[in-house]
């Protein structure tokens, strides 16, 4: 299963920008000669998103949810994507499938900083009503 990722907040320097650049490069050759390398997908949307780069982090997020349509952190992350991208409406249906596939980590969704704008917006009080009435069985 993908980890869950976080737009970094601590500037990067020179040299790590460079080092990022040369690893998305890598990662964007790999993931043309194997469409379906999926983890090679997962890293280099973690390096878009580390160095700011919105638009392509949510390509590759689309393109998860193609290859691993069943895997809650591939929906949350698309979700987040979504949201960085302004997308809202996007954001909460993304999210609100990943809730439905297992997605549980409500106190990192409360606070994930990528899911700031998306928090503030009107429909995500749907996606509040729906963990609120969620219980918890236990077996």
């Not at 460079?18 to 983890?39: H, Q, T, Y």
């Not at 996007?90 to 994930?112: H, T």
Request: charged content about 35%.
């Amino acid at each position: 299963m993908p980890r869950k990722r976080s737009v970094k907040s601590k500037k990067l320097g020179r040299g790590e920008l460079r080092d990022l650049d040369v690893s998305i490069s890598f990662l964007e050759g790999v993931a043309r000669r194997d469409p379906r390398f999926v983890e090679a997908w997962q890293i280099l949307g973690d390096y878009y998103a580390l160095r700011g780069r919105h638009s392509q982090s949510l390509k590759v997020d689309q393109r998860l949810s193609e290859l691993e349509p069943c895997n809650p952190v591939v929906f949350y992350n698309l979700a987040c994507s979504y949201s960085l991208n302004r997308a809202l409406d996007e954001a909460v249906v993304a999210l609100d499938k990943a809730i439905s596939l297992g997605y549980r980590d409500f106190r990192w969704l409360a606070k994930d900083p990528d899911l700031r704008r998306l928090r503030k917006h009107p429909l995500f009080r749907t996606i509040e009503d729906k963990i609120r009435k969620m219980t918890i069985t236990v077996a």
